[in-house]
């Protein structure tokens, strides 16, 4: 497993920008697949993002699809979320998750099939 520890969230307006952080550590000298998943007051941890090890192969819910990118640099173990365009209904605490992949490629987007998460950061939209 890996440890993970998100940074970056933050109190913004609607339309405003915020770059949410994910650091590992431990055991990063495997391939893994790191999603982002949120969680608002009364609802399910829902699927946000996810990136595959190599950075080639990418999935997001439609609720973000050309608001949000994800990305990584392994050289730093970091993926990073970048959310544009940002709505009241971003709220959410934002967690990041990771899991070994067989393939640079593999990806998964089910909450259940993660086994290492962060702690999350709170991102709060305001209109």
């Known amino acids: 497993q890996v440890q993970l520890v998100e940074s970056g969230g933050g109190l913004v307006q609607a339309g405003g920008s915020l770059r949410l952080s994910c650091v590992a550590s431990?055991?990063?000298?495997?391939?893994?697949?790191t999603g982002w998943f949120r969680q608002a007051p009364g609802k399910e941890r829902e699927f946000v993002a996810v990136?595959?090890?190599?950075?080639?192969?990418?999935d997001y819910a439609e609720s973000v699809k050309g608001r949000f990118s994800i990305s990584r640099d392994n050289a730093k173990n970091t993926v990073y979320l970048q959310m544009n365009r940002l709505e009241p209904e971003d709220t959410a605490v934002y967690y990041c998750a990771a899991e070994r992949s067989d393939t640079g490629w593999q990806i998964f987007q089910d909450v259940m099939h993660y086994t290492s998460w962060g702690q999350g950061t709170q991102v709060t939209v305001s209109s």
């Open positions: 431990g055991r990063t000298a495997t391939s893994y697949a």
């Open positions: 990136i595959s090890w190599s950075g080639g192969n990418t």
